[in-house]
């Protein structure tokens, strides 16, 4: 069975094309520039890239030049080869976990487009193309708060009118779902030990703590919205609503325009005025940017708040791992993350951090805990719900 996973931009397309057979990526590509009349299409496989500029008025075109492009290199003998397509999406109303993208499912996401107004607007209108232009490939979705349907009510309810959560939806749903999962089920293998206390830190675009006992989300750090929990890279994170009376009185904007400002100018580039890619906070922050290190030091101490909350959740932790941009990448932030937890068996080797590769463990001797990079595989995830999906439609 072969499954193309897609990840969707307004702009853009790429996907992975996986054998599911054994779980291989065959080729991973997309199309750039969509809507222009100078599209750029590529395809990786073996290891040979292969790149052509043609239109792609829209996904659905986009979608088409990528089959064919993966039908030239061998990846499919034909088109009509691909099982399915499956969707990391984001969020829906009055319903999660993995569906098949229907009417109910395209209303329920638009429903909550405000709610998650990065993610769902390009997801629903490209679903929408692929399911008019392609009806006769299965389009599914996985919802990234469908990993985090195990949390309880302890920990997913906000301290609102009980009906709100109720009649609404208003609760921590959490995200990174696919992400989260990956970390547990790569975490437990590694460590032989399905029922570990994990500690997920998914630190990048947008960033997330899960705990995890047992393969199971206990808590995650982001709630009703991709906007909340930790600072991100241009939104907001945990932020209090009587802020906004205050913000709306005195800029005079409106609640749209302060609601843009926290999806898109706060988080790591609101507080450093340097970007909102870490690397170039880090680099201005190491020319003595002020600035720049306060928003390192936002960041930091909001990943060891979390950090500290689920230590206590899950009565401490057999393993910290990070994944993501940040999460791989960042020696300065893994450090600054870990300093001074030794009296919670947490103690990083500061050598293994700087110079760990890919999947690595990088916990000293003397740490209780086991601390660990682990790249992680969103798109392996997806391509499991959307076998697992299908097999139970047939
Ligand atoms: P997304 O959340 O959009 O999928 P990623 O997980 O790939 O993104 O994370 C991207 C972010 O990771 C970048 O915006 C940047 O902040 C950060 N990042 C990537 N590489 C590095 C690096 N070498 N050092 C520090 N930060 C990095």
């Not at 239109?55 to 659905?60: E, L, V, Y």
């Not at 993966?70 to 999660?96: M, N, Q, W, Y």
């Not at 696919?178 to 947008?206: F, V, W």
């Amino acid at each position: 069975m072969k499954v193309l996973v897609a990840n969707l931009g307004s702009t853009s397309f790429k996907y992975r094309l996986f054998d599911m057979a054994n779980e291989r990526v065959l080729a991973r590509g997309g199309v750039e520039r969509i809507g222009s009349a100078e599209s750029r299409c590529f395809v990786e496989t073996l290891g040979q890239r292969h790149e052509a500029t043609l239109p792609a008025k829209d996904h659905a075109v986009a979608v088409r030049l990528c089959l064919e492009q993966l039908a030239e290199h061998g990846c499919l003998a034909s088109p009509d080869e691909l099982s399915a397509i499956g969707f990391k999406a984001v969020h829906a109303r009055g319903t999660t976990g993995v569906q098949r993208v229907d009417e109910r499912v395209l209303s329920a996401m638009e429903a909550y487009a405000d709610v998650a107004p990065a993610h769902n607007p390009p997801y629903i209108a490209a679903m929408r193309l692929l399911a008019k232009q392609l009806p006769h490939i299965p389009l599914v979705a996985a919802f990234e708060t469908g990993f985090h349907q195990t949390i309880a009510p302890a920990q997913r309810l906000y301290a609102v009118p009980l009906e709100w959560a109720e009649r609404y939806g208003i609760q921590r749903w959490g995200f990174h779902g696919a992400s989260h999962a990956y970390i547990a089920q790569r975490t437990a293998e590694l460590l032989k030990s399905p029922r570990a206390r994990i500690i997920s830190c998914h630190l990048g675009g947008s960033s997330s703590l899960c705990a995890i006992r047992d393969g199971q989300s206990q808590a995650n750090s982001l709630g009703m919205s991709p906007q909340s929990g930790l600072p991100h890279n241009n939104r907001v994170g945990d932020f209090d609503p009587f802020a906004l009376p205050v913000l709306l009185r005195e800029t005079g904007k409106s609640l749209e325009q302060v609601l843009d400002d926290l999806a898109e100018r706060s988080g790591l580039l609101g507080l450093s005025g340097a970007g909102n890619d870490l690397r170039d906070i880090e680099s201005a922050a190491a020319r003595g940017d002020a600035r720049a290190q306060l928003a390192m030091d936002v960041f930091t101490a909001g990943v060891r708040h979390y950090l500290g909350a689920y230590l206590v959740l899950l009565g401490g932790a057999d393993a910290v791992v990070f994944t993501g941009g940040i999460g791989e990448n960042s020696v300065a932030m893994r450090e600054a993350i870990c300093a001074n937890l030794e009296t919670f068996g947490i103690v990083l080797d500061p050598q293994a951090n700087r110079t760990a590769r890919g999947e690595a463990r990088i916990d000293a001797a003397s740490s209780r805990v086991q601390l660990w990079i682990m790249p992680t595989n969103e798109e392996l995830i997806v391509a499991r719900h959307v076998v697992a999906s299908c097999q139970l439609a047939d």
